[in-house]
């Protein structure tokens, strides 16, 4: 059986359930979304979920509908499905602007605790860029992490050089290098990794994002 605590379910959560009276409901945490149809997990196992019909109804925008990370209340049937009747409080929200909707907001993902910024340490490598996902960060309420990858590529002289312009202009944030290609930093990364928190990855394409996931 799964434990909440393990994806971050917590006291304060516990309580606003109470509180609301929402004892009776199933509680589980968004892990996919496809199309306004949702993969939530629970400690009973996985349900493929769908909103109930007066929260589409009720709805005034985008962010009101649940997303990856949001905590829910759900009535759970045969075949694993369920519908989702309440959205639990946010932490943390990270969003952007839609695509091709003006004024519109995407919500990626909710509850993060903490981000790991990647970015390459090749020819890839931009320092303000890296600046604009700590603006992400700090204005959705998550904790970055910089995270350098594809150390292999260059010498320890270049690394170093790097991460000495990286703490001259990014102040009090953690620095961690590592090679997808030997493990080198693997180490490091995982020392920073907590039972019950909530981690994603912020970075450009081809950064070895998903080789460190997989890794991982």
């Known amino acids: 059986m799964i434990q909440l605590e393990d994806l971050g379910f917590n006291a304060s959560l516990e309580k606003y359930i109470t509180d609301n009276k929402l004892e009776n409901f199933t509680v589980g945490r968004v892990v996919e979304e496809h199309r306004e149809r949702y993969k939530v997990m629970t400690r009973e196992g996985e ?29 759970t049937y045969e075949n694993n499905f369920a519908i989702i009747h309440h959205l639990l409080p946010r932490l943390s929200v990270i969003k ?20 790991f910024i990647v970015q390459a340490v ?12 700590l603006t992400i960060c700090n204005s959705s309420g998550v904790s970055p992490i910089l995270v350098l990858t594809k150390t292999d590529l ?7 050089a790097i991460v000495e312009s990286i703490q001259n202009r990014i102040k009090n944030i953690p620095v961690l290098a590592l090679s997808n290609q030997t493990q080198e930093g693997y180490e490091a990364i995982k020392s ?9 990855m912020l970075g450009s394409s081809g950064v070895g994002k998903s080789t460190l996931t997989n890794r991982l």
Do not use: H
Request: hydrophobic share 35%.
């Open 154 to 160: 260059i010498s320890g002289q270049e690394l170093s």
């Open 122 to 133: 090749d020819r890839d490598f931009n320092i303000n860029r890296m600046e604009r996902y």
């Open 96 to 115: 952007r602007q839609a695509v091709g909707q003006y004024g519109e907001i995407q919500i990626i993902a909710t509850n993060i605790d903490y981000a």
């Open 192 to 200: 920073t990794i907590e039972k019950g928190k909530t981690y994603c």
């Open 47 to 75: 349900y493929e979920a769908e909103v109930v019909g007066s929260m589409r109804f009720m709805a005034k925008s985008r962010d009101e509908f649940p997303a990856v990370g949001d905590w829910v209340s759900l009535s």
